[in-house]
């Protein structure tokens, strides 16, 4: 009859009487040759990773977009996420960086501000082939809404990146009902706007165009203008704000929807 232990207790040992002299092995420690145990498997070590093969570069593209609505709440990296499965859903022929968690060479233009909206964000994408028209529609479809690739354009060889081309912002503000008037020269705020280079009153708007180029001195965003301008800072949060025109240095004109 069996017992039902494994190994029908041929490893089965009682513990020693006395305790075991220092520098010895215990004897219940000692296992018959053939015990009912496993040795632990030794960690699965995964080959290095093949080096990554891809087209050399053909072009860059350089993509706009509109951030509106509900994605006015959407973070800066959020977007960048978001943007790159659309390119990869839409089978756009994108270029991606080298490692063990490769991402689309993409480079964004300046960072939006958390619950701005904006009209003509870019940004640029390495290709190794040409981008088509379709391509945009299939990628809005798995784009959350009020986040929309709105145009694309292949940048000649040698065009400079997006980062030293942006050389200025327009942010349109609107007053908020029961705030005073925006003043109608930014002069009377002293320094607190170092930077502005336009400005303009358009009823209850602001348009303000701020320097983007740290080379060139203070950037002021949407933040630091309202901030100037002595609006409480429980209320810049709630005042809506538009990017709806970035300006290229290369040429000189406003980048708009």
Not at 146 to 173: D, I
Not at 237 to 244: D, F, G, I, Q, S
Request: hydrophobic letters at 45%; aromatic letters at 4%.
């Amino acid at each position: 009859m069996r017992c039902g232990v494994p190994g029908d207790g041929a490893d089965t040992q009682l513990a020693a009487p006395t305790l075991p002299v220092v520098g010895e092995e215990a004897p219940e420690l000692a296992r018959a040759n053939n015990a009912a145990y496993r040795l632990r498997p030794l960690p699965r070590v995964l080959p290095d990773p093949p080096p990554l093969t891809q087209p050399e570069r053909v072009a860059r593209a350089r993509f706009t977009f509109a951030k509106l609505g509900g994605a006015r709440f959407l973070s800066h990296r959020n977007v960048m996420d978001l943007l790159e499965r659309a390119l990869r859903a839409a089978a756009v022929p994108v270029r991606y960086t080298e490692g063990y968690n490769p991402h689309i060479r993409l480079s964004m233009g300046p960072a939006l501000p958390l619950g701005a909206e904006a009209l003509a964000e870019r940004f640029d994408v390495e290709c190794h082939g040409n981008v088509e028209l379709g391509m945009l529609s299939h990628a809005n479809r798995v784009l959350p809404e009020g986040l929309q690739l709105t145009g694309y354009e292949t940048l000649p060889e040698g065009s400079p990146s997006l980062g030293k081309a942006v050389a200025a912002c327009r942010y349109r503000l609107r007053r908020l009902a029961g705030m005073p008037a925006w003043p109608h020269a930014p002069a009377a705020l002293g320094d607190g706007l170092a930077g502005v280079l336009d400005w303009r009153v358009e009823g209850d708007d602001l348009v303000v165009t701020a320097n983007a180029r740290q080379s060139d001195g203070p950037t002021p965003g949407a933040k630091t203008i309202l901030a100037a301008l002595g609006i409480p800072d429980e209320q810049v949060p709630l005042v809506p704000v538009l990017r709806e025109a970035m300006l290229l240095a290369e040429r000189n004109a406003a980048v708009v929807a």
